[in-house]
């Protein structure tokens, strides 16, 4: 089986940093994803992880280290419209399964 | 990136009535598609995997009689919820890929039985 394991809640200041970690536990790994879903919307794709180490993407950055099946989605200079919900996700015998998500308020 | 057109975006339907909610891949050929359903506030919980021209693969616990899946075209899939119950009222997503690495969603049909 598998699962992802990922705070429910985390609150910042707007124009601060937050880092979303997610553990998993999953046969079959191939990378850690990470998306993006706002209330009433659809998800969208913010990274992906195959290797370890970091990835820049923006404002938003993601780092996987598969030794510890851990990652983290790292986001800078919080605005207001990055509050919403943020889901890792892994790939395997190609369906996508996703974290509970960590639902993210800002502060002004 | 890849775009999939999901539809109606909202739907209100009656007791026992059945609803169908189509899935397009527009730019690319999806031989497998993912349909998924998230109630408030949590989690996108896999229902099935739609593969063109074969039958679904349902998750554990997913009714494959209740949630038809019909995926007739490499561009077309289709979630039929047969005899549908006010338990049944969700948020449902279509995904598909054209990539290992992402997947692109359909904008999502929200359900409402009354």
């Known amino acids: 089986g598998q699962s992802l394991e990922q705070p429910s809640e985390v609150t910042a200041v707007e124009g601060a940093i937050v880092q979303i970690n997610c553990t998993y536990q999953?046969?079959?790994?191939?990378?850690l994803s990470w998306y993006q879903q706002h209330d009433g919307g659809a998800p969208t794709f913010l990274s992906y992880?195959?290797?370890?180490g970091l990835e820049e993407t923006g404002r938003f950055s993601s780092f996987l280290s598969r030794s510890d099946s851990y990652g983290y989605l790292l986001l800078q200079e919080l605005q207001m419209k990055d509050s919403a919900s943020y889901f890792c996700?892994?790939?395997?015998?190609?369906?996508?399964?996703f974290g509970k998500g960590t639902r993210l308020h800002i502060l002004p | 990136g890849a775009v999939v057109s999901q539809h109606p975006s909202w739907v209100i339907c009656k007791s026992g009535t059945s609803v169908k909610i189509e899935c397009r891949s527009l730019?690319?050929?999806?031989?497998?598609m993912f349909w998924y359903r998230q109630f408030p506030k949590q989690s996108l919980m896999l229902m099935a995997t739609?593969?063109?021209?074969?039958?679904?693969?349902?998750e554990q616990g997913v009714e494959k009689d209740k949630f038809l899946i019909n995926h007739a075209s490499l561009t077309l899939s289709t979630l039929t919820v047969t005899s549908a119950h006010p338990e049944d009222s969700s948020f449902y997503i279509c995904?598909?890929?054209?990539?290992?690495?992402?997947?692109?969603f359909g904008q999502g049909t929200r359900l409402t039985v009354v």
């Open positions: 995904s598909a890929s054209d990539t290992y690495t992402e997947a692109f």
């Open positions: 999953t046969s079959g790994f191939y990378g």
């Open positions: 992880n195959a290797l370890d």
């Open positions: 996700a892994v790939k395997r015998d190609d369906k996508i399964i």
């Open positions: 730019d690319f050929q999806a031989t497998t």
């Open positions: 739609s593969n063109e021209g074969s039958k679904a693969t349902y």
